[in-house]
């Protein structure tokens, strides 16, 4: 892990994706339509794990998809972190949506798929894993996750 952050921090552009990442995080905690509070910066330890896994996963599509465009079509040594979804805390519990459980069931088996053989279309099955699932769970992350399809 610490070798993936560290090469993704060498690129600038991954760095300003992580940055984005972390301003993300307010889509997606409860009280909304709140009047807007100002807030601390994020604190690793007061991040939910499941939005840690998350922030893991489109690390990883980041360097993965950059891998890609500069040629390495085949992805010989990726691999996505496996978490289980099921298992890992959100922020909060109203984010178990109807049918978050055979969501976060079919992305597992799409990343599983990708590790057994990376490539361009098992990394996009991946993608539309996010997406299934952040349709109905969590919009906040969508535009970003779009960006991490491969160019057509
Ligand atoms: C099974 C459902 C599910 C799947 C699959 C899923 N997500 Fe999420 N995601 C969530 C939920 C729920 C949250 C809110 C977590 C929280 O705030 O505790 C979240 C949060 C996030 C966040 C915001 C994290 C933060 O910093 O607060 C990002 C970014 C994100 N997801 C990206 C992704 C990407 C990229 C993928 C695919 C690699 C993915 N998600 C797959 C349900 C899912």
């Not at 992805?75 to 979804?85: G, H, I, P, Q, R």
């Not at 922020?91 to 049918?99: A, E, K, L, Q, R």
């Not at 990343?111 to 906040?140: I, L, M, W």
Request: hydrophobic content about 35%; aromatic content about 8%; glycine content about 8%.
């Amino acid at each position: 892990m610490s070798s993936l952050w560290a090469g993704s921090l060498k690129r600038p552009t991954a760095a300003v994706g992580l940055l984005l990442g972390v301003l993300v995080l307010a889509q997606c905690t409860p009280g909304e339509g709140e009047p807007q509070k100002k807030l601390a910066p994020v604190q690793p330890n007061r991040t939910s794990e499941l939005a840690n896994a998350m922030r893991q996963l489109d690390a990883e599509l980041v360097v993965f998809r950059d891998r890609f465009l500069e040629g390495d079509k085949r992805w010989s040594e990726a691999a996505f972190t496996e978490y289980d979804l099921n298992d890992l805390a959100p922020t909060d519990s109203s984010m178990f949506v109807d049918g978050y459980t055979a969501y976060a069931m079919a992305f597992h088996k799409r990343v599983s798929d990708f590790n057994r053989a990376p490539g361009p279309e098992t990394y996009t099955g991946v993608v539309s894993g996010c997406e299934s699932c952040h349709q109905k769970a969590c919009p906040g992350p969508l535009e970003r996750i779009a960006k991490r399809q491969l160019p057509e």
